[in-house]
């Protein structure tokens, strides 16, 4: 998958800047979030002689691509097409990995589960440490050998493995087993922990992760998974396959996931309301602290960018457009 590049937003995102705000650097300059456990994801493991072909037949992902170099982004969704899980997936330790976030892991562990069947697969929730790094930051890196410069590369380490975040290669996602935790702290205790600063960067990526209260609330386009390569239209059958693929297949999308900036004290918690002047315009997927205010990853109906949208009822809070690295078609 190559980073996409935002040559320009769809035009209804452009014709929704009403008000100029200066735009942010796209990478936090503060060192405190160089070294960050991630205590908001949680890792699935996904073992047995047939977890390559199971996942096959779940992920929207192909699993063919996946290596023990090469991780990949991917949803699970269900028989409705509606999205269960948003993360990347990796193959390590004789094992796939996914990752989720932390409030639905193990929801979603059981219910995985309940898919194996007559499959030789166990599902399970892990309580393997996951941390993040910003790739060039570096320092005091506590391990031999590192995922190369690509997108999605990875690493295997034996006890920990390495990968590069999903569209935004500058960060590195390290999963780390017990046995690697003397160096994991050793990182930790060599740097400053800020998980909000993390899902500020992924909410600059426009990578999405989806909580308890977006189960089941979009089809992978609606959070732009395609755009990042998380979907693949080829590899044949999946849960919810033939609705995400009908939807591709249509043509507009009438929902997208964008980024906004917000001047409000208190960022929006996951399944908030976006308003329009029409009233509920859309959802708010995440949202980070900035010195400005806040900035947030929405789902929004795109026709009702042109009359503006807030993040309170009363409209108090207006939401500024800003860009995100890949492109919206113009469609939507």
């Not at 009359?307 to 108090?316: F, T």
């Amino acid at each position: 998958m190559l980073l996409l590049t935002c040559k320009k937003v769809c035009q209804n995102v452009a014709d929704f800047s009403p008000r100029s705000v200066a735009e942010p650097s796209a990478t936090p300059s503060s060192p405190h979030w160089q070294h960050a456990l991630l205590a908001q994801l949680r890792l699935i493991r996904v073992g047995g002689v047939d977890r390559s072909a199971f996942l096959q037949g779940q992920l929207t992902q192909d699993l063919r691509t996946i290596t023990a170099t090469r991780s990949a982004l991917c949803g699970w969704a269900n028989a409705q097409g509606r999205l269960l899980l948003v993360g990347q997936v990796f193959s390590w330790n004789e094992a796939c990995w996914l990752t989720a976030g932390a409030d639905t892991a193990a929801a979603l562990a059981r219910r995985l589960q309940q898919f194996v069947l007559r499959a030789r697969v166990t599902v399970e929730l892990t309580d393997l440490a996951l941390l993040g790094l910003n790739a060039d930051r570096t320092a005091g890196w506590p391990w031999a050998g590192a995922p190369a410069a690509a997108p999605l590369a990875g690493f295997d380490g034996g006890d920990w493995y390495a990968m590069r975040v999903a569209g935004d290669p500058a960060r590195i996602l390290v999963a780390a087993a017990p046995t690697a935790t003397g160096a994991l702290e050793a990182v930790l205790a060599a740097a400053g922990m800020d998980q909000q600063a993390w899902q500020l960067a992924d909410i600059r990526a426009g990578i999405p992760l989806l909580g308890a209260a977006l189960e089941a609330a979009f089809v992978p386009q609606m959070v732009n998974l395609d755009l990042l390569g998380g979907v693949h239209f080829a590899k044949g059958c999946y849960s919810g396959q033939e609705i995400v693929n009908r939807t591709h297949h249509l043509g507009r999308i009438k929902r997208r996931m964008l980024r906004f900036g917000c001047a409000g004290a208190t960022p929006p918690a996951c399944g908030d309301a976006v308003h329009g002047t029409g009233g509920e315009a859309g959802r708010v997927v995440a949202a980070a602290p900035t010195p400005q205010g806040c900035e947030l990853l929405a789902v929004v109906h795109l026709d009702a960018l042109a009359g503006g949208l807030w993040a309170d009822a009363a409209r108090r809070l207006p939401l500024v457009a800003l860009s995100l690295p890949y492109e919206i078609p113009a469609s939507g």
